[in-house]
């Protein structure tokens, strides 16, 4: 088994993570890259037509097309470099340093990334499993330099305010290019 599907997300944030990411993404995009899409938990946000799923993990992505049928997905680099309108990192870069977050980007060109994590340096263990290396606003601000911050929204998130006793919320950014 994958060491990554223990990791993938706790179950008990306290809200329904589809309904309040399609809540934040108003708006139609097209080409959408889920980076990272783990077994597709997210998926079904999107238009079949729109959307290709990646994931370095084969196993995820055999879990990810056995529930969305229809569905594009992929477990193989590299993928088409033409530009994205979206990508959608839900708790991706969050286990990424700087310099492949970049790569990324660079790779896709997207006209719009969405990032969803729990900002804030506290949070980093770069020598873990999984490694995480959370960044502030500011740490993002500076990495995706050719991007605005367009759209910012918090949910406290349950699972980590009990675990960590103090309120901790999920942040939601979305990211427009210059
Ligand atoms: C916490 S899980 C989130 C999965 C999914 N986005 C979700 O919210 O259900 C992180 C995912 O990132 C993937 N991942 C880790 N490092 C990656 C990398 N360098 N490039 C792409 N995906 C990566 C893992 O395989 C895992 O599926």
């Not at 660079?106 to 960044?135: D, H, M, Y």
């Amino acid at each position: 088994m994958t060491k990554w599907l223990k990791h993938i997300a706790p179950s008990d944030c306290g809200y329904s993570e589809n309904v309040e990411l399609a809540k934040f993404l108003t708006g139609k995009y097209e080409r959408v890259l889920d980076y990272g899409c783990g077994r597709g938990r997210l998926t079904q946000v999107f238009d079949k037509e729109d959307y290709i799923g990646y994931d370095p993990e084969p196993e995820l992505i055999a879990l990810a097309i056995h529930d969305n049928i229809g569905y594009q997905y992929t477990n193989i680099g590299p993928l088409s470099k033409d530009g994205k309108d979206l990508i959608l990192a839900y708790t991706v870069f969050v286990h990424m340093h700087d310099k492949q977050v970049l790569e990324v980007i660079k790779q896709f060109n997207p006209k719009t990334i969405c990032i969803v994590e729990i900002l804030g340096r506290a949070w980093r263990r770069p020598k873990n499993f999984p490694p995480t290396f959370n960044r502030s606003l500011q740490d993002y601000t500076r990495l995706l330099g050719n991007y605005n911050l367009i759209k910012e929204h918090k949910m406290p998130h349950a699972h980590y305010t009990t675990k960590k006793k103090k309120p901790i919320y999920m942040s939601y950014l979305l990211w427009r290019r210059k």
